[in-house]
């Protein structure tokens, strides 16, 4: 029996597994024969992919090609990872109009395709552009995107990209017909961001706060704030990003990777400031952890490298918050799916704030209720000891005294950018010491970092026995200290920062006497 065997083009997409790469072989055969003429995709395709059938026989129409009187089959290739999205609209119509000789397959291999096709033949928006092209830049490829792109594709620093609006455009440009040039209503990337953020030397009072929230942007420490209605702990929260170090390249280029595949950057910029990623409290665990079918990254995720701000605290569904454990151990938070996992990073700083009860006003004499303090325990217990024991600083914010709104001519206050100068200067002492920020020591770079003298670590283990500290508690408090040391410049630690330290971790919820 004689085999007819067509063949075979073979061209280059991507899938991504969390922010890690997978090449996509688009491999497409038209069969001649006895066979009636049909389109098949396979290759573990999503619904998403499948109905790239109809939008790719639609824009031959429109291209006034007519649909092959052949049998047409799509293998995405390996088979047996799952595909989904609408990127691989491109290259299947890509793949079609090689096999009809109307586009030059040798030139086409050697760009990674991707983008969607509307009915009409246009090259419309993509997520994950940015990390493609990063990925096509290593492997030696150009890309070819949506015009809408570019600037994204551009990013990357790859300088072969081809950005059509119109599939004709491509076919144009291949054919000699017309060279296709970068979009010229595309601008270049803009790195600059316009965010504003409020200034330290606004907040009035709260010089406690202020203090532990500066050690919070020294050691990258996680912070909890516990005060009434109106006391400033969203103002506070909301200044941290104004007095955290610039964002390293490196963490420009990461934490702009997971906005692009979130499809949440902007063409025109990268994440060059630390995000502030404020989520309220009726967040569910999939869009804190990230999910979904094609598993997006989720806040979590969005707020690596910058801040990840929960407000009312206790009012968020406790399985929700659960899922914050295991990120603020490892740095990263896996996503598993019935036939799909991912893991994306996830070293964020978290920043809580919440009322220490549930009208906000224990322990204020003038608008006591008469629940207390039985109110307030069920209401902070709703939060699990092990989430807490995972926060560094638990500060109390009490209400701002009227006579301190508005402040005294002759003291001078603070500005971010003079307690910035403190941040950077700090941060800087850890990274040549140990390589890394403070909240990160473990094991002997912990005991390495901090020198404990015998009277130190009496007074350690004494308040550690007396209070219950749990081991996890005892090395936070030695972080916080040598945090506290970096600001004061000092090499070694001394008894007055681990006294200090220690003021910083709860025994118990204060003097509103509801147990952590």
């Known amino acids: 029996m004689q085999v007819y065997n067509a063949n075979m083009i073979s061209l280059n997409s991507i899938i991504f ?36 059938a109809e939008r790719v026989l639609n824009a031959l129409n429109a291209l006034n090609v007519a649909r092959p009187s052949r049998r047409m089959t799509v293998n995405l290739s390996p088979a047996d990872v799952e595909k989904s999205g609408s990127h691989f609209d491109l290259p299947i119509l890509c793949g079609i109009l ?28 993509t997520d994950g552009i940015l990390p493609a092209s990063v990925w096509a830049k290593k492997q030696g490829l150009g890309i070819i995107c949506p015009a809408s792109c570019a600037a994204e594709a551009k990013l990357s620093g790859l300088t072969n990209i081809l950005a059509p609006r119109h599939v004709l455009d491509l076919i144009n440009h291949f054919q000699g017909v017309h060279e296709l040039e970068f979009p010229t209503d595309i601008h270049d990337p803009d790195t600059t961001d316009d965010t504003s953020v409020g200034d330290m030397a606004e907040v009035y009072g709260q010089q406690a706060a202020k203090r532990a929230l500066e050690i919070a942007a ?65 967040a569910s665990p999939v869009s804190l952890a990230g999910g979904g079918s094609d598993a997006r990254p989720g ?54 704030a919440m009322n220490p009860c549930p ?63 403190r941040v950077v200067a700090a941060r800087n002492r850890q990274l040549a010491r140990q390589g890394c920020i403070n909240a990160m020591l473990n094991g002997s770079a912990l005991d390495n970092a901090v020198q404990m ?14 209070t219950g500290m749990s081991a996890r508690g005892y090395n936070r408090i030695k972080r916080i200290a040598r945090t506290i040391a970096d600001l004061a410049g000092r090499d070694n630690v001394i008894l007055d920062d681990l006294i200090e330290a220690l003021s910083y971790r709860p025994i118990n919820r204060g003097k509103y006497g509801a147990k952590i």
Request: aromatic share 4%.
């Open 17 to 52: 597994n969390g922010i890690t790469a997978t090449k996509i072989d688009v491999q497409t055969q038209l069969f001649s024969g006895l066979a009636k003429p049909d389109f098949n995709i396979i290759g573990l395709a999503d619904r998403a992919v499948k109905e790239s």
């Open 98 to 125: 090689c096999a009809l000789d109307i586009l030059p397959h040798d030139k086409l291999s050697k760009y990674l395709i991707l983008g969607e096709v509307g009915l009409d033949g246009s090259v419309l928006k």
């Open 218 to 282: 020294a050691g990258g420490h996680a912070m909890l704030m516990v005060g009434p209605p109106g006391s400033g702990k969203t103002m506070l929260a909301s200044r941290l990003p104004g007095i955290l170090p610039d964002m390293t390249t490196e963490e420009i280029l990461d934490t702009s990777v997971i906005y692009s595949i979130a499809g949440k950057l902007s063409g025109r910029s990268l994440i060059t400031k630390r995000p502030f990623r404020a989520v309220h409290h009726t």
């Open 299 to 352: 806040e979590i995720s969005l707020a690596h490298n910058g801040v990840l701000f929960l407000d009312e605290l206790p009012e968020f569904n406790r399985s929700t918050l659960e899922i914050l454990r295991q990120p603020m151990e490892s740095g990263q938070i896996m996503i598993s799916r019935a036939r799909h996992n991912a893991t994306y990073p996830a070293n964020f700083q978290l920043i809580a």
């Open 359 to 421: 009208c906000g006003h224990l322990g204020n004499a003038a608008l006591s209720c008469t629940r207390a303090p039985r109110c307030a325990e069920a209401y902070q217990n709703k939060i699990s000891g092990p989430l807490m024991d995972r926060i560094d600083l638990h500060v109390d914010v009490d209400a701002v005294n009227p006579w301190d709104m508005k402040p005294d001519q002759n003291i001078h206050v603070e500005t971010s950018a003079e307690i910035r100068k």
């Open 453 to 466: 003298t015998p009277e130190m670590t009496e007074f350690l283990n004494t308040a550690a026995e007396k």
